[in-house]
């Protein structure tokens, strides 16, 4: 564990939360951006080493702004009274304890949900720090492979502690609840984006996801937005966008095991869908 107060962690923040972008996002699925936006915070750094990160400009290079836990409270107020649908926590798990510290100044003037979305490589006992805090969780599944998730992410134990990590999610947040409109108020979605030369494993994925956890104790996002960014070139197998084929095969399964949820169109992946990060709203 890094000492904050001297040096940055693995994951690249110190003391004080950094943060690239607070905005109205309108990308995220359905039920979270609706017809409003999702009020999103994007942090900088990341504990994982994904080589074809699209958000690489903040997650490996760290671009952003250091900010007080104050001014941390401020953009989540800001963000409600812009009509924001929730509040939309992105690589947020290395400024838990900072989060957390807003949240409370926020405590009787914040009433919409708050969403932790992330990687999925977490320890339970930083999400049972969220109990109370957070209403949403959106974690990625990435790999079963131990092989794909260390050549890719640099975590040979991802799967071992993700697949952890969800099911306390599903325990803190419990089965998906919505709003008249049709809007997520609690809940988990398991996302999961399909990779280039690899549906075998995002079905061995699926079969997992189906034996560790209810069907209905949480909803399914498949994802094709894989787009080649920062350095897959350096691994020609991912270097190129998945077929239809690809993706119809890992949905057909999805499909048969009963999972519900969001299928994406194959038209999301387009370099545009990638946020400019900006400082806008910081």
Same mark, same amino acid.
């Given at each position: 564990?890094?000492?904050?107060?001297?040096?940055?962690?693995?994951?690249?923040g110190g003391l004080l939360p950094r943060a690239a972008k607070a905005y109205l996002h309108m990308w995220e699925e359905p039920c979270i951006s609706g017809t409003k936006g999702s009020g999103?915070?994007?942090?900088?750094?990341?504990?994982?080493?994904?080589?074809?990160?699209?958000?690489?400009?903040?997650?490996?290079?760290?671009?952003?702004?250091?900010?007080?836990?104050?001014?941390?409270?401020?953009?989540?107020?800001?963000?409600?009274?812009?009509?924001?649908?929730?509040?939309?926590?992105?690589?947020?798990?290395?400024?838990?304890?900072?989060?957390?510290?807003a949240l409370d100044k926020c405590r009787g003037k914040l009433d919409i949900p708050v969403a932790y979305n992330s990687g999925g490589y977490e320890k339970t006992d930083t999400l049972e720090?969220?109990?109370?805090?957070?209403?949403?969780?959106?974690?990625?599944?990435?790999?079963?492979?131990?092989?794909?998730?260390?050549?890719?992410?640099?975590?040979?134990?991802?799967?071992?502690?993700?697949?952890?990590?969800?099911?306390?999610?599903?325990?803190?947040?419990?089965?998906?609840?919505?709003?008249?409109?049709?809007?997520?108020?609690?809940?988990?979605?398991?996302?999961?984006?399909?990779?280039?030369?690899? /549906? @075998?494993? !995002?079905?061995?994925?699926?079969? %997992?996801?189906? +034996? =560790?956890?209810?069907?209905?104790?949480?909803?399914?996002?498949?994802?094709?937005?894989?787009?080649?960014?920062?350095?897959?070139?350096?691994?020609?197998?991912?270097? /190129? @966008?998945? !077929?239809?084929?690809?993706?119809? %095969?890992?949905? +057909? =399964?999805?499909?048969d095991l009963g999972f519900k949820g969001f299928m994406q169109e194959r038209s999301s992946a387009k370099e545009e869908y990638t946020p400019d990060f900006d400082l806008i709203g910081i």
């Open positions: 564990m890094a000492d904050r107060e001297h040096t940055h962690g693995l994951c690249g999103t915070v994007f942090f900088s750094g990341c504990s994982l080493k994904c080589c074809f990160c699209q958000n690489y400009k903040i997650s490996a290079e760290n671009f952003g702004r250091e900010i007080t836990v104050d001014r941390l409270a401020e953009i989540f107020l800001e963000l409600q009274d812009k009509g924001a649908h929730n509040i939309n926590l992105v690589s947020p798990t290395h400024y838990v304890p900072q989060i957390i510290s720090m969220l109990r109370g805090y957070v209403d949403i969780f959106m974690p990625d599944i990435k790999y079963f492979s131990t092989e794909l998730s260390e050549k890719y992410s640099a975590a040979a134990d991802y799967f071992e502690y993700a697949s952890k990590a969800v099911s306390k999610m599903i325990e803190l947040a419990g089965k998906p609840k919505f709003d008249n409109n049709g809007i997520l108020k609690k809940g988990v979605i398991i996302r999961h984006m399909v990779l280039p030369s690899h /549906r @075998r494993d !995002s079905e061995e994925i699926l079969r %997992k996801i189906y +034996e =560790l956890y209810p069907t209905d104790s949480f909803l399914l996002s498949l994802m094709s937005q894989y787009t080649p960014f920062y350095k897959s070139a350096e691994h020609k197998e991912i270097d /190129r @966008r998945i !077929s239809t084929y690809e993706y119809e %095969k890992v949905a +057909e =399964l999805a499909y």
